[in-house]
């Protein structure tokens, strides 16, 4: 069972207390540049569909409109606090208050690229497994409205300290799940942030030969 109350809650304190700032969605380091530049890494976003699945005050559309990109974005967040402070700062923008991915489900439109940023954490549930379980089947939801790419990221087990009520999860754990229940095609990113990771899952294999690149004169041609 998980509490969603609890954690609105938290969210909705630091909103009061900090306002529209990194502070208010739990991030007092910022650095969502970094994160964006590590999950979206050789994803073409230009004229995609991308759902900021947690979009808390909107950070994914700061960094895509920084980079000059025209995508057709949607902010979906439990937070109905967020979602009216999001739509004063960028009317022309769709934001949705949801309860859960289920709520997208529900609406029937699909995405190119899902993005989620920072929204596992924390716990919904103070029981692990019940919490990564809540996790994983949300991903699962996600992923069935994803046409080509899914992002997220995590905290790390392979720390020296961890937050009170934080969810850190082992690499291995959701690398396993994002392979068994989303698409073997999965790349795993934990060399940027010294307590986060991420995951970027895609339903095709990605690959490219760098123009410049040239057969090796030992190598026989097929």
Same mark, same amino acid.
């Given at each position: 069972?998980?509490?969603?109350?609890?954690?609105?809650?938290?969210?909705?304190?630091?909103?009061?207390?900090?306002?529209?700032?990194?502070?208010?969605?739990?991030?007092?380091?910022?650095?969502?540049?970094?994160?964006?530049?590590?999950?979206?890494?050789?994803?073409?976003?230009?004229?995609?569909?991308?759902?900021?699945?947690?979009?808390?005050?909107? !950070?994914?559309?700061?960094?895509?409109? =920084?980079? +000059?990109?025209?995508?057709?974005?949607?902010?979906?967040?439990?937070?109905?606090?967020?979602?009216?402070?999001?739509? !004063?700062? &960028?009317?022309?923008?769709?934001?949705?208050?949801?309860?859960?991915?289920?709520?997208?489900?529900?609406? +029937?439109?699909?995405?190119?690229?899902?993005?989620?940023?920072?929204?596992?954490?924390?716990?919904?549930?103070?029981?692990?497994?019940?919490?990564?379980?809540?996790?994983?089947?949300?991903?699962?939801?996600?992923?069935?409205?994803?046409?080509?790419?899914?992002?997220?990221?995590?905290?790390?087990?392979?720390?020296?300290?961890?937050?009170?009520?934080? &969810?850190?999860?082992?690499?291995?754990?959701?690398?396993?799940?994002?392979?068994?229940?989303? =698409?073997?095609?999965?790349?795993?990113?934990?060399?940027?942030?010294?307590?986060?990771?991420?995951?970027?899952?895609?339903?095709?294999?990605? &690959?490219?030969?760098?123009?410049?690149?040239?057969?090796?004169?030992?190598?026989?041609?097929?």
């Amino acid at each position: 069972m998980v509490d969603l109350e609890r954690v609105r809650k938290q969210y909705r304190t630091a909103f009061h207390t900090h306002g529209r700032s990194n502070s208010a969605v739990l991030t007092p380091k910022g650095r969502y540049e970094i994160r964006y530049r590590h999950m979206l890494a050789g994803v073409d976003l230009q004229n995609k569909r991308v759902l900021d699945f947690g979009c808390g005050l909107a !950070n994914l559309l700061v960094y895509l409109k =920084s980079l +000059g990109l025209d995508c057709e974005y949607t902010g979906a967040d439990l937070l109905d606090t967020f979602i009216a402070d999001n739509r !004063n700062f &960028f009317p022309e923008e769709k934001f949705v208050v949801i309860e859960s991915a289920d709520d997208l489900l529900l609406e +029937g439109k699909h995405y190119d690229v899902a993005v989620v940023c920072g929204v596992f954490n924390i716990m919904y549930s103070l029981d692990f497994d019940k919490n990564f379980d809540f996790v994983q089947k949300t991903l699962e939801r996600i992923w069935s409205i994803t046409d080509s790419i899914l992002a997220v990221d995590f905290l790390s087990t392979l720390v020296d300290f961890k937050v009170d009520d934080a &969810f850190h999860v082992a690499p291995t754990n959701t690398l396993e799940f994002a392979q068994s229940k989303l =698409s073997r095609f999965v790349r795993l990113d934990h060399n940027y942030l010294p307590y986060e990771y991420c995951l970027t899952v895609r339903k095709d294999p990605h &690959f490219a030969i760098p123009e410049s690149s040239e057969r090796p004169s030992n190598r026989r041609e097929l």
